[in-house]
């Protein structure tokens, strides 16, 4: 009986079962020190090193999945969050809030029209049909500019409804913008620019699991802003110190420790935000520098 509640005390996180968005997450999750046994199904991973689990769900019903409280966070786009919420009914609750953005993914939610239709601005929709697999956010754009347009939705195949008579231009996803190019559409505004994201309620989680939540956006903001840092460590004498602190690349405070054996030699340490070119090593080396490293980081907590 009391089975379920100590199951909950565990952090439930939905990501794409297949799909583009699916891989990266799971990878980004595995560099955050999370590993997943997953069930013969492939729909559930149980965590095995801390208490977090996985669903393996659709992208479209990872929204709704947090509202109703089966999962807690999730990786999903932006595009599919965004709808989720422009769709909900004004009565209902908050949805599920974008907590960091997580860098891959990338897209952005656009009209297009075919080649050889003119395009003047927002006006020249007026009494168009525009399909779409994303209503409630083109609706909101629509009205944002007082467009009086018909929306045709679609759950796929967006991209053909013009050559099928269904519609006269769309409104789709659009990342590289090959598959407008082939059928013959070209990109005239940008609704939405989306990405990954990591979804979660729009209040506290309960219990154990709202420190699960806050321990893992820690170690996930430590690994964004590591994703290009360096460590910089070399050698000199102290009295290059200051030549050699200005030609350090932009970071965090450098570290400065006198060696065994002699004063006046000095090893520095420093934390560089961005990557080390070789001309900076060979400035820095020019400068009096010896034994000049740079290693990435693995791991890092502030």
Known sequence: MNRPERERDRLRIAIQKSGRLGSPARDLLERLGLR???????????????????????????????????????????????????????????????????????????????????????????????????????????????????????????????????AELICDLVSSGATLHANQLREVEVILRSEAVLAAPPCELPGARSELARQLRARLLAAQGQRNSRLLMLNARRSQLAELLALLPDGEPPSVMALDGDGDDVAIKALCRDAVSWQQMERMKQAGASQLLVLPLEQMLP
């Open 36 to 166: 997943f046994q997953e069930s013969r199904d492939r729909l559930f991973c149980r965590g095995e090193i801390e208490p977090i689990d996985l669903l393996l769900v659709r992208d479209d019903d990872i929204p709704g999945l947090i509202a109703q409280g089966v999962c807690d966070l999730g990786v999903v786009g932006r595009n599919v969050l965004s709808e989720f919420a422009a769709a909900l009914p004004a009565a209902r609750e908050r949805p599920p809030v974008e907590w960091q953005p997580l860098g891959f993914g990338g897209c952005r939610l656009s009209l297009a029209v075919p080649d050889e239709l003119a395009y003047e601005g927002p006006a020249s929709l007026d009494g168009q049909r525009i399909a779409t697999s994303y209503p409630a956010l083109l609706g909101d754009w629509l009205r944002a500019r007082d467009v009086q347009a018909d929306i045709v939705t679609l759950s796929g195949s967006v991209e053909i409804a013009p050559r099928l008579g269904q």
